[in-house]
Structures are given as C-alpha cells and as structure tokens.
C-alpha cells in the first residue's frame, strides 16, 4: 500500500472498495432470523449512574435496564471523543492507523472492512444519527443505510423484514455542557460531594453539578427511546446497548488517562430469545474481565452471527464467538492542539501509565478546554497557589511511570510505582503495554503525518529509554543524535529535553547536532532540548528557530515554545504578536492562542 496515500485517494478507494463488496443478499440470507441490535451513545460520562453506586445522581432507566441486563464493571475507552469514535467504528487502536491523534489530520492505514458494511452486506439496516466524529471522514453513506437517499434514521420505518442496528448518539453531556454558568434544575451545586481531584471552587461546583444533571437528562432520554421499543413488535428480538464514548467532561477527566478519563458505562440488555449470545463471563449480572471499545464493533458482528476480521484488534465478549480479555490498552496523544504521548494497560484492577512526555504537564492550557469556567478557575487557583500538593502536581513535569489499585483507588490519586508489593504487577503491565506498541505498530513514535512506520520494536524500545528520565541513559541519548535514522535523532533530543538540567554536558553536542539537522521535527525537538538543558545562558538561536518554524505553522515548534519559560520570548514579542491573526492560524488547532496568553505574561501593555 502506498503510504503517502492523500486523503482524497484514500477516500476514493473506500468508496470503491465498498462499491465492489456490497453485494445483493441471498434468499436464504436474507430469511435467517438474527437479532436487532439498539445502541444509546452519550457523550463526555463516566461511570456516574446509580447502577455502579453514584448517590448523587437518579438514573432509574438505566439502573433497570442494568437490573434486567448485564453491567460491566470495567470497560474502557480512549479518553478523548474523535479517539474513541474510531475504535468504535473500526475494532482497531487507533495508534495503528495514525489516527491517536485528537482531529487527526493524517489517512489511516490498512484498515479492515468497517462493520457497518459489513452489516450491510448480510442484509442489516444500519443507523447512525445525529454524530460521527469518527476522527476521518469517512464515506458515511456505504456505511449506515440511513444515509443515503430517502434512508430514515428511525427503526421502527426501516424497510419491512430487515433487522437492524442502531446507533443513536445524545449529546446533552458533551464537554460543552459545561461552559455555561446557568445554575442546574436538577442539581443543587451546594449540596453535592466534588472528586478528591477537583478542590472546592464555586466553578467546580457549578461544573459537576451541571454534569450530573445531564447525566440524569441522558437518563430521561434512554427511557423514552425503552419504552418505544417495549411498545413495539421488536421488543423481543432487539440487544440493547448502552455506553458513553470517554471519560466525565469537567476538570483532570476527559483527556486524561486516569479512570476518570477512561471508564466509562457499558449495559447490554438480552432479551430471552437472545440469552444464549450473552458474555458467558458474566456473573450475577456483572461483567467482570477488561472491556475496550474496540471490542464493540466485533462484539456486534458476533451477535450478528457475522466474522470478526483476524485485523480487528477488539476482541469478541458476547455473541457467538466469545473471547475473555485479560488487559485492556489506551492512548493520549495530541488534545486539540496540544501534544502529549502517553500509553496505559488496565487488568480490571491495576491501571499502569507510561508517560513518554513526561517534561510536559498532565493539565495543559488547550483552548477548547478553556471556555469552561471551571478549567480557567483552575488555573487562577494554580497562580495564586490555592491548590494542594496533589493537584497542583497536575499543572508540573509527570512522573514517568503511574500505578493505581482502582479496587482501593478509583480517584487514582496514589501513585504505587515503585512499591516493592506491586512490583509484579507494574513489571507485568509494564511489558504488555510494550508487547502492545510493537504489535499495533505504535504509530504515535513518529511525527505525525509521516508515513507509516513498520519497524517500530527498536524506535519503541528508545522511547522507553528516553522516558525513563535516568541519566544513566544519557551517553545512548548523545549518540542518537547523529543516527542515520531522522526519528531516533528526534528521540534522543527528547530523552536529553526531558533529562533537563542534568544533560548540561549534552549542550554541545546538542548544538553540533541542530546545526547539521536537515529534518524539521528532529532540529525542534534539539532546539527546544538546548533550551532545557541550560537555563541561564543565550538561547535566542535555538529559540529563534522555534520562532520562525511556528510561524510558518508548524505545531510541533508552537507546542515546544509555549513550553519555554515566558521571558526566553522576551525578544521575538514584536514578531510573535505580528504572526498571531495572520495566516495560516485561522483554523480550529490553534496554538497561537497558546502564544498569545503567553505574551500577555511578560508584555501586557504591548498586547
């Protein structure tokens, strides 16, 4: 396959690729009685439902349909939406197809045939309404029958005969709920209980009281859509699915890969026709294994009596072919317009995170974020340094390695790593989350944008090397520095950024390095390393090259400048302020914003 495909080609050979599969249906297949399958989507929720024990909120639709069903305990997602939408669409880990990135840019790779074709194919009626966001944009009419000409997204107008699979999305929890400040009618912000990792802020209280109200609103709708099906012919022959697509929308939640940022609801309800294709896993009417998203769309083929493609990294738990998942793996990669790189294995107990960015804060100023009163209110209390030990953690450099015991710390506010009674399980989270990059060929190593890369177990194994923050690793990091390869040159000035002050004797060479560096993304990364691992001396070169490459429009200079401390822009104010409304920075990724709140830090009354 050409790597180098553009998004237009690729686009073009989906559509031919599905012209060619969608082939007309059998007699006898289209006969066959197979089960419905009825998806509710919300947005932007964790697990905050009174069926897995939150007192704050009343959800009594979706408590039954978990008294009736099965609730699983432990399922995860990626913790941004377009991320999660992929893998909910694809059965694939979006680090494999470039596509980790949040509005990811780049054409995915070697993707296997999207179920809802596949659907299609057998003779299913699908139906996706109203959102996508599939982080791509996809050819949406070979894949839901309710999109092309005179399609209908109600299932119950669905041509005669044809069973179904629907998809019905309600966004009254997404992330923007939160921007208001209007008081909730269902919430009284005075009387709740905030996360141990939100601090007692008027904005706070607002935030999560408006969260939970939305939470009980989603409720109200799950009901509405229950009781058209009960009333319905379809009653008995229809699964029933609920799930959120990532983690609670308000402060260290969505974007973060915490288990408020990554658990997330999943109800399966099985009427009795249909019993036999429920999770033989299943006990008292819970689901205790791991779950990932991308183990929805096979699960559906399965239940659906269809094959689950071998290039499917999702796994099958209920239907006709059942497979119990023993850890379950996610990603944070670049948030809007911010960039990060952070991986994490999840056994149902143990979170494990590695963090390969860990010179960059866990809590960073994305733009988005920043119209919700709450995330600028936490900012101001980091300022005036208003915020425990804890949280204020949040907004410093990471640590490079977390573990969690989420049976005794769901808050996931106690770092184990290092504990020698867990040592066993960080060493073996630790290597099935390497074994994992290296099987899914962790595209989120190199720059996005760049061509697949297939060799990736020797370029992750340098990952590892430069994360780790040891300086016993310093001397392997100078010498990747004049590798052949552009990626492990751009790694080893990582490694020696994230070292900082302690690399001070890797400035020369660091220097020696950028002066020869005939790739963009590697000279940036020795920049912004020449930067770090010498406070106190003249930068203005290598920061003057950040300069020029972010006005020009590269995101990967503008992230590592905003990263500098304030006074090294001191004397590019004139020529960053001139660059901030100009072109190409009329878009939605936007780090000049970025620029400009720094600017306002050390020359207000110019701006």
């Not at 439902?49 to 009736?68: E, F, H, I, K």
């Not at 057998?122 to 996706?128: E, M, S, W």
């Not at 399966?268 to 026709?273: I, R």
């Not at 205790?288 to 769309?297: E, K, N, S």
Request: glycine share 6%; with cysteine.
């Amino acid at each position: 396959m050409n790597t180098s495909l553009s998004r237009r080609a690729f686009l073009a050979q989906t559509v031919a690729g599905a012209t060619l599969t969608t082939l007309p249906l059998r007699a006898e297949t289209a006969s066959l009685e197979r089960p419905n399958i009825l998806c509710f989507v919300s947005e932007d929720n964790c697990t905050d439902l009174g069926c897995y024990g939150c007192t704050q909120v009343s959800t009594p639709n979706l408590d039954r349909l978990a008294q009736r069903g099965i609730l699983f305990d432990h399922c995860i997602g990626m913790p941004v939406c377009s991320v999660s939408r992929f893998s909910l669409l694809t059965g694939c880990q979006p680090m494999t197809h470039n596509a980790q990135h949040h509005r990811s840019t780049a054409v995915p790779f070697r993707l296997p045939q999207l179920y809802p074709e596949t659907l299609r194919n057998a003779g299913y009626y699908t139906i996706n309404t109203p959102k996508t966001d599939y982080n791509y944009p996809f050819p949406l009419k070979h894949l839901w029958s309710s999109a092309q000409k005179g399609g209908t997204t109600d299932w119950a107008k669905r041509p005669k005969g044809m069973p179904f699979v629907a998809i019905y999305n309600y966004a009254i929890s997404h992330e923007s709920h939160a921007f208001g400040r209007n008081r909730p009618q269902g919430v009284d912000p005075d009387k709740i209980s905030l996360p141990p990792w939100q601090p007692d802020l008027p904005e706070n209280r607002l935030a999560y009281a408006r969260y939970l109200d939305s939470i009980q609103i989603v409720d109200r709708w799950v009901g509405e859509q229950l009781e058209k099906l009960r009333r319905s012919p379809e009653a008995n022959n229809t699964i029933v699915l609920y799930y959120s697509d990532n983690g609670g929308h308000t402060f260290r939640t969505k974007r973060f890969l915490h288990m408020s940022g990554l658990h997330c609801s999943l109800i399966m309800y099985f009427p009795p026709k249909w019993r036999h294709l429920a999770p033989k896993g299943a006990v008292g009417g819970h689901y205790a294994a791991p779950v990932h998203f991308v183990d929805i769309p096979a699960t559906i083929l399965s239940l659906c009596g269809l094959k689950v493609p071998e290039s499917m990294a999702g796994r099958s738990f209920a239907g006709q072919t059942q497979e119990i998942r023993k850890i379950a793996f996610s990603s944070r990669d670049r948030m809007d317009e911010r960039y990060d790189m952070s991986r994490c294995a999840y056994d149902g107990r143990y979170l494990y995170v590695r963090h390969f960015r860990p010179d960059i804060p866990a809590v960073e100023d994305v733009n988005y974020a920043l119209n919700a009163p709450g995330y600028r209110a936490m900012f101001d209390a980091f300022r005036d340094n208003r915020l425990t030990p804890e949280i204020r953690a949040l907004f410093l450099e990471k640590k490079p390695e977390e573990l969690y015991d989420t049976l005794y710390d769901d808050a996931c506010m106690n770092n184990r790593i290092g504990d020698p009674a867990l040592k066993a399980v960080s060493d073996s989270l630790r290597c099935a989350l390497f074994d994992e990059q290296v099987l899914r060929e962790d595209q989120g190593l190199v720059p996005e944008n760049e061509p697949h890369r297939t060799d990736i177990k020797s370029l992750c194994r340098l990952a590892w090397i430069a994360s780790e923050r040891s300086m016993e690793n310093a001397k392997i990091l100078i010498g990747e520095l004049t590798s052949p390869d552009a990626d492990r040159r751009r790694w080893g000035a990582i490694g020696l950024a994230i070292l900082g002050k302690q690399a001070a004797t890797a400035q020369p060479a660091l220097t020696r390095a950028f002066e020869k560096e005939s790739c963009p993304v590697a000279k940036i990364e020795m920049a912004y390393a020449a930067i770090r691992v010498s406070p106190g001396t003249d930068h203005r070169r290598f920061v003057r090259y950040l300069v020029c490459q972010t006005l020009r429009g590269s995101l990967p200079a503008g992230n590592e400048l905003t990263r500098l401390p304030p006074e090294e822009l001191l004397p590019f104010v004139d020529r960053l302020r001139a660059g901030i409304r100009e072109p190409p920075f009329k878009r939605q990724i936007n780090i000049m914003e970025s620029v400009a709140r720094r600017l306002n830090v050390i020359a207000p009354k110019q701006l």
